[in-house]
């Protein structure tokens, strides 16, 4: 049995309290850029009051699994990552994942989180299957994923109007057999 | 401009449910365990009439961003499906279709292409929606034909997502652009 | 069809009908015996409404009130309350009128709740405890296929004895060589 198996080689996924996760959140909400790359949502800052107030009234769900992303070297949260709606029946799930601070990306800390997570997927919670939709304006995310083992499954055309434009949303997936895959490469 | 056809067609039209009177109808269409199947990717779960009315409710507060419209015949008034936009982004004009015919004898008579029709002239011409996408079982050849039928193009392929019956199918999203769409198709 | 036999169909609970007719049951102390861990004492159907509609609101539990086919009477309850992280779920059943037990309809409804359970949930397995007095579900569970796989020995204690709880389950592989 593996003890370390929220742990990589770069980071770890922990569990904050409210009020550290509310700051986090608010201060990275103040980076247009990586709300445009995070959600479809209109880019907004959020108040990081409400947003605590919110959290703390939320109840628990079983399907939904949000972790942050902590270095190794210095303890530092600099993103987060999460099921954000497993889906039981078809043991399926949306895993999304956003790099707050924004020295930590492009230097595989997010490849390093999607690694654990996908572990988690498939070893701890037992699913067949997990999906993510990345903008097409993020390659370096594409790019990352696609290491991390993901599969191009599609792309949704013009979803998104930024800057006078049209862009399109692609959806990725890895199969339990797919990651396994990879795993049997990492040992050998 | 046109403006007595957005809800009216000659064998349907689209019409709100009624929270009081359409609940033993919808409950009913919850037990028909077949149709459940093919149209929806969430475990199959019968409800009460209560049950129903609750949803009616909470349905009610989220009106912003979903629009759900019962499919009657003109004929003779009948509540026999329904037609719905979901998740609707009006930043972007985007939103999510999706439309049944509860009982396998409604299907086939025109009734759903026509009503579905009348949904994509709205969304378009009413809303000011750019795009749509369905969402749909590989499983559900009739739903897959229909939308291509009606210009819609495959776009997404998630494989294995749905597991039913000891087998794995795929998510198949089909997508409709207002440039793509011609309103006589189907 | 899903959730439709010969004797019998699985439908939606309906809050009031079914309260009372629970409540009426749960007075019945040979069938809450058979039934329940806890002590007889009845319930109100107030009490029975919200253990109900508690269950209702939970995503992972499906529970549904047993018809018969020839003149739709409400005849019992069953429910299957799934581990979603195990495909695994926990089954109950109780037959409230007791003009129908021992005649097949129990029987049929632990199979067509299985059947939801494996073609629908896509569970592995199914796991349920029954009191090792009550022969007369073991022997409709093992008509259905369940195996018995431990007993927590003189787990419960009633008329000056103690029994023990029978732990039986159903693999999906169990299920299939059944012929479903």
């Avoid at chain 2, 969402?135 to 050849?141: A, D, E, F, K, L």
């Avoid at chain 2, 409709?176 to 006589?184: G, Q, Y």
């Avoid at chain 3, 309350?81 to 037990?101: C, H, M």
Wanted: glycine share 8%.
């Amino acid at each position: 049995m593996d003890t370390n198996f929220l742990t990589g080689d770069l980071v770890r996924l922990v569990t904050p309290e409210t009020e550290q996760a509310a700051a986090c959140f608010a201060r990275w909400s103040r980076d247009s850029e990586y709300l445009r790359f995070l959600d479809t949502d209109p880019a907004r800052p959020l108040v990081e009051k409400w947003w605590k107030e919110d959290a703390e009234k939320r109840e628990p769900r079983d399907n939904f699994f949000p972790f942050f992303i902590q270095t190794i070297a210095d303890n530092k949260l600099i993103g987060f990552i999460g099921f954000w709606f497993v889906m039981w029946n078809n043991a399926d799930t949306f895993v999304g994942i956003g790099i707050g601070e924004p020295e930590y990306r492009g230097k595989g800390y997010g490849t390093d989180a999607m690694r654990i997570m996908l572990r988690f997927a498939f070893h701890e919670i037992n699913l067949h299957r997990v999906t993510l939709v990345v903008f097409a304006y993020n390659p370096r995310a594409i790019r990352s994923y696609e290491k991390a083992g993901f599969v191009l499954e599609g792309r949704e055309r013009n979803v998104i109007m930024r800057d006078g434009e049209r862009h399109d949303i692609y959806t990725m997936g890895i199969l339990r057999s797919e990651w396994e895959k990879t795993q049997l490469k990492a040992k050998g | 401009m046109n403006h007595n056809s957005l809800f009216e067609g000659q064998l349907v039209c689209l019409a709100p449910f009624d929270p009081d009177k359409d609940a033993e109808t919808e409950a009913r269409w919850t037990h028909n365990t077949d149709y459940m199947r093919q149209t929806f990717f969430e475990p199959l779960r019968p409800l009460s009439v209560a049950q129903v009315k609750k949803k009616y409710e909470e349905a009610h507060k989220k009106e912003e961003r979903n629009f759900r419209f019962a499919i009657r015949t003109r004929a003779d008034d009948r509540l026999i499906g329904f037609v719905a936009l979901e998740w609707i982004e009006w930043v972007h004009g985007v939103a999510r279709f999706q439309f049944g015919i509860a009982e396998a004898a409604d299907r086939g008579q025109g009734y759903g292409a026509e009503a579905v029709r009348l949904m994509l002239n709205y969304s378009f011409n009413e809303l000011n929606l750019y795009r749509l996408a369905a969402s749909v079982g590989s499983y559900n050849t009739g739903a897959i034909r229909f939308l291509e039928r009606l210009g819609f193009q495959q776009e997404v392929r998630r494989r294995e997502a749905i597991q039913r019956d000891g087998q794995y199918w795929d998510d198949v999203l089909y997508a409709l652009l207002r440039d793509e769409w011609k309103p006589t198709a189907g | 069809m899903l959730l439709t036999g010969s004797l019998t169909r699985l439908v939606a609970l309906e809050a009031d009908q079914d309260a009372e007719l629970h409540a009426r049951w749960s007075r019945d102390v040979e069938f809450f015996h058979l039934f329940n861990f806890g002590p007889a004492r009845g319930a109100t159907a107030k009490q029975a409404r919200e253990w109900l509609e508690r269950d209702a609101d939970d995503p992972n539990t499906f529970v549904f009130t047993i018809l018969t086919q020839d003149g739709g009477k409400r005849i019992g309850l069953t429910d299957l309350s799934v581990l979603p992280r195990w495909q695994d779920a926990y089954l109950g059943i109780g037959i409230g009128e007791r003009d129908y037990w021992g005649k097949g309809y129990g029987t049929e409804a632990v199979r067509l709740v299985a059947q939801f359970g494996f073609a629908e949930l896509n569970l592995h397995r199914i796991t349920l405890s029954v009191f090792e007095f009550n022969t007369r579900a073991i022997r409709s569970y093992e008509k259905v296929g369940f195996v018995v796989e431990g007993r927590s020995r003189q787990l419960i204690q009633r008329a000056g004895r103690r029994w023990d709880s029978i732990t039986m389950g159903l693999l999906r592989s169990d299920w299939k060589n059944h012929g479903y």
